[in-house]
């Protein structure tokens, strides 16, 4: 039994939530836009009385797990059509800053160019003092997909700190080669 999957799915009055039988996909409609997740075989969907409820056709080990899954997708997708999902990146390094091209952002990431990044569809990037990128959008796993993406184009390094890190990320820093030989 899925702890996860047991649970309900309340269904807030400004969403909308729709099965699709034949194809398998559940589609959700908010204020911020609509959302069609895909529904693994082997789960059982039923929307009644404001509710979404999930089990498991059968007992094998994938549709167990499968089960918390469905349920989790179709959870983020009905809290990202009505608040929406951001991620918050912070550039830190002398001479490093993020500005905003239209809808693609430049980086200057201390490399001998500039590095574009085109924004993808239902995504929208935010610039703050050219060091703090917010990134918005209503798909949960884009939003962390693309803030993944733009981390790994400098990530931070041990010594100085310097690159792209998460707004809540602590870098452990590493004492220089001054620190260890005075040590001695």
């Known amino acids: 039994m899925s702890k996860i999957g047991k649970k309900p799915i309340l269904i807030p009055e400004k969403a909308e939530v ?97 590095v574009k990044v085109d924004t993808p569809d239902k995504i929208e990037f935010e610039v703050e003092k050219n060091s703090i990128l917010k990134i918005k959008g209503i798909d949960k796993e884009l939003v962390g997909q693309t803030a993944a993406k733009i981390r790994a184009l400098k990530k931070p390094e041990p010594y100085k700190g310097k690159g792209f890190r998460y707004e809540d990320e602590v870098i452990r820093r590493k004492a220089g080669k001054k620190a260890v030989t005075a040590a001695e």
């Open 18 to 114: 729709t099965h699709d039988e034949k194809e398998n996909t559940i589609t959700v409609k908010g204020p911020l836009g609509e959302l069609e997740v895909p529904v693994q075989d082997g789960i059982k969907v039923e929307i009644a009385d404001g509710k979404v409820m999930f089990s498991a056709k059968d007992e094998k080990k994938q549709t167990q797990s499968n089960w918390g899954t469905a349920r989790s997708l179709i959870q983020n997708a009905v809290i990202g059509t009505i608040e929406g999902f951001e991620k918050t990146l912070i550039l830190e390094g002398v001479g490093f800053r993020i500005t905003k091209e239209g809808e693609a952002l430049t980086l200057a990431l201390g490399f001998s160019h500039p």
